[in-house]
């Protein structure tokens, strides 16, 4: 069954940066586009990307442009984001996603990162 | 930005009640949406893409409809299962924004 198993919650300063991974499992990696789309604590949902894992071709939304990037490793099925100079505003639930390249069909259970001085 | 308007943001309902969801873009998004449903610590949950089209699994229950600008989600008879927030989100153009969300909420 498909399976995207995201890293553990993290906890950085303001400025840092963090790393999140999803691994993937049950489907052919490369057949599919992974999302990434973040959830601050009680609100709605907002999307920072897509990375294709065949070819690693990535679409950013602009306004996290220059602080994100997102990567992935073929040989262990993962794909991972990068969101650099964190704000408190960055604090949020981070999912990945599995789809096409303009929706996700699965969603991890997502990632909480919280930026706190 | 394209930007994802719904409502209404809360929606009080009782098992077996038919249920409308509107969302509506800032400009014309063909028929570039999806629907997701959310449950309270839960990930996001595919429903409908290309606005009308249910996805594996998704009882039929669930309906997508509209074009351009103004979109519904239908649940025809809400079963205790689909208390939750639902989402729609627009792919017709980058950044792939999403509505604010309607929460649907035992009456």
């Known amino acids: 069954q498909v399976q995207l198993v995201q890293s553990g919650a993290e906890v950085k300063k303001p400025g840092a940066s963090v790393k999140v991974s999803c691994k993937a499992s049950?489907?052919?990696?490369?057949?599919?586009?992974i999302h990434w789309v973040r959830q601050a604590p009680g609100q709605g949902l907002e999307w920072l990307g897509v990375?294709?894992?065949?070819?690693?071709?990535?679409s950013y939304a602009q306004k996290f442009q220059g602080r994100v990037t997102m990567s992935r490793d073929t040989s262990t099925t993962t794909v991972y984001m990068e969101l650099s100079i964190l704000r408190s505003e960055d604090t949020a639930l981070y999912y990945c996603?599995?789809?096409?390249?303009?929706?996700?069909?699965?969603w991890g259970r997502g990632t909480l990162v919280t930026v706190s001085s | 930005d394209i930007q994802m308007t719904q409502s209404p943001s809360t929606l009080s309902a009782s098992v077996g009640d038919r249920v409308t969801i509107t969302c509506r873009a800032s400009?014309?998004?063909?028929?570039?949406l999806a629907w997701y449903q959310q449950k309270p610590g839960k990930a996001p949950k595919l429903l409908i893409y290309?606005?009308?089209t249910l996805e594996g699994g998704v009882p039929s229950r669930f309906s997508g409809s509209g074009s351009g600008p103004e979109f519904t989600l239908t649940i025809s008879s809400l079963q205790p299962d689909d208390f939750a927030t639902y989402y729609c989100?627009?792919?017709?153009?980058?950044?792939?924004?999403f509505g604010p969300g309607t929460k649907v909420d035992i009456k």
């Open positions: 996603a599995r789809g096409t390249s303009y929706y996700g069909d699965y």
């Open positions: 049950g489907y052919t990696f490369t057949s599919y586009y």
């Open positions: 990375i294709s894992p065949s070819g690693g071709t990535t």
């Open positions: 400009q014309s998004i063909s028929s570039w």
């Open positions: 290309k606005a009308s």
């Open positions: 989100q627009q792919y017709n153009s980058s950044p792939f924004t």
